[in-house]
């Protein structure tokens, strides 16, 4: 029986692979260390309805009214239904999730949500599950992992997917055989220069899949986290909403509580579009380099224990957080759209599937509500397995060596285009769009992207150009899709174009757009 590949090892791949590995083999890959991956940095928790006042019905508006009115309601009714099994499945895997002393299980609040409803292991909740997955896997014989394996590119016989072009860390370029494949491989935080992601996450599975035909959808809708650490060094980590739903407030830095403005309702707990874009008001206004999120209030004793990553990673950036505020802007966090889906995690080309964050299943429609995405991930992981046990056993080729990037020179130009690409994206597609700029910045990233794929013809093909190649063609992604909404909505902010209300429905428009699909490798 052929095996299934899965590309990336954060929650979706695991958990896919462990669902799928009871009916067929998998070959996991994964182009750093396994543990290495978006899920591992994931501080809030996961939203589930389990808390004794809450309601399904609940969750299901929260997750309609932050989506902008474009979420899917299919899919949001099918991730916030099945949450709690798949939750529970996690529990008796061994996650270490909090509880309080009658054994229930403490619940956390983030925005967005009008309910506790975050499950969370202190501030590693994304930690704590990526190794009770990554134990269940190393532990399964029907699962071999590889890392350092990049996948470059997907394979296809007659209209679908056949295999993975790879590139092992000898640098040899290996055609592995599949008879499915998952892209699970994270988000695209790294097209931006400012962002909460690691550096892994350039947006490969979205570039794959692309290139290979599959649709994708909704890639202007880029999550901005309004609060990430404003320290030179800090590298934009991340100081988690959970924060503010233990009782953490933003002011400016001369004190004024802002939020009231702009939410008079949920306040610091607004939804993340409504935080960032206030965020980026009061800093125009102001002219002030950063906000503050004031925290010490809490006492030292409970930040160290609800927060003790970002307590520790804090002080080592020189802010005590239970004696002084901590400064934040908001910074790229997370992609909404991505590879379009049905609810078995299937994309448009047939044996392709997509989870987690480089897909677009539907659920976060125009903004993602917090802590949806770890949920997300978990129940697509089971649905999409149920179906990927049925797809044809074929096998049409070997596994075989078709190149050596060694035989070519090292190409050190890398850096120059990384660095133009992710300043104009953050500086000209963030918060605030203005359809002007869009028009320049989307004739700029063409010709970056054309400038890298000569790079990519004429020079050693490696990892760094290759994911490099990635983040441009996402970039190109977001743009043309951010151009084509003339209007206002969740985390698209278009200047000049009014903000529809959640009374216009609407529905996700797809791109079917004339960014071209060259497979990078000939
Ligand atoms: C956070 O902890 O604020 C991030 C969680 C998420 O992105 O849902």
């Known amino acids: 029986m052929n095996r299934a590949i899965v590309v990336g090892s954060g929650i979706s791949g695991l ?3 462990l669902f799928l590995a009871e009916h067929r083999s998998v070959l996991l890959l994964t182009k750093k260390e396994a543990v290495e991956s978006n899920t591992n940095y994931a501080q809030g928790g996961v939203a589930v309805v389990l808390g004794e006042d809450d309601s399904l019905d609940l969750h299901i508006q929260d997750t309609m009214k932050t989506g902008g009115g474009i979420a899917d309601p299919e899919a949001v009714r099918t991730v916030v239904t099945e949450g709690p099994a798949r939750v529970k499945e996690l529990i008796e895997l061994g996650a270490q999730f909090e509880f309080d002393s009658n054994g229930k299980l403490v619940m956390g609040r983030e925005g967005g949500h009008c309910r506790k409803r ?3 292991c202190a501030d590693k909740t994304g930690r704590e599950i990526e190794r009770i997955l990554l134990n269940a896997v190393e532990k399964h014989p029907n699962i071999t992992v ?17 295999g993975v072009l790879v590139l092992d860390p000898e640098g040899k370029l290996i055609r592995m055989s599949a008879n499915l494949v998952c892209l699970s491989t994270g988000g695209l935080g790294r097209v931006f220069r400012y962002t909460t992601n690691p550096e892994i996450a350039t947006g490969d599975g979205v570039a794959i899949g692309y290139r290979a035909g599959a649709v994708v959808r909704d890639m202007e809708f880029i999550q901005f986290h309004p609060t990430a650490l404003a320290r030179p060094g800090a590298s ?23 939020m009231k403005k702009y939410d008079p309702e949920m306040l610091d707990l607004a939804p993340r579009d409504v935080v960032a874009r206030a965020i980026s008001i009061e800093l125009k206004r102001t002219g002030d380099p950063h906000v503050l999120l004031n925290v010490s209030q809490l006492g030292s004793e409970f930040l160290r224990r609800r927060f003790p990553t970002i307590y520790s990673t804090c002080l080592l950036h020189g802010v005590e957080i239970d004696k002084e505020p901590i400064p934040v802007v908001p910074a790229a966090h997370y992609s909404c759209g991505g590879l379009k889906t ?10 392709l599937y997509s989870i987690g964050e480089t897909a677009s299943h539907g659920l976060h429609g125009a903004n993602r509500l917090a802590s949806n995405s770890l949920l997300e991930a978990l129940v697509f992981a089971y ?9 044809p056993d074929i096998k049409v080729f070997e596994d075989e060596v078709v190149g050596d990037i060694n035989s070519k020179p090292p190409c050190g130009m890398t850096d120059l285009y990384s660095e133009r690409l992710n300043l104009i994206m953050s500086q000209n597609v963030g918060v605030f769009r203005n359809i002007d700029v869009l028009q320049k910045t989307a004739f700029e990233l063409t010709a970056i992207r054309n400038g890298i794929q000569r790079l990519v013809d004429a020079f050693s093909s490696r990892r760094e150009l290759l994911e490099l190649s990635n983040i441009a063609l ?4 977001i743009v043309r899709s951010a151009l084509k909404r003339k209007e206002s909505r969740g985390l698209h902010f278009l200047e000049g174009y009014p903000q529809v209300g959640l009374e216009f429905p609407g529905t996700n428009t797809e791109l079917i757009n004339k960014v071209p699909r060259p497979m990078i490798w000939k």
Request: glycine content about 10%.
């Open 15 to 17: 958990r896919f692979s």
């Open 118 to 120: 975050v499950v969370h």
């Open 146 to 162: 590889m890392q350092y394996h990049f996948a470059v590119d997907l394979i296809m016989r007659e209209g679908r997917v056949a």
């Open 236 to 258: 934009s980590f991340l100081i988690s909403e959970a924060v503010r739903g233990e009782g953490g407030y933003l002011t400016t830095i001369s004190g004024e509580r802002f």
């Open 342 to 351: 049905d609810l078995f995690a299937r994309t448009t080309v047939p044996g």
């Open 383 to 391: 649905r999409g397995a149920q179906s990927a046990r049925e797809e």
């Open 474 to 477: 996402c970039a190109e992604l």
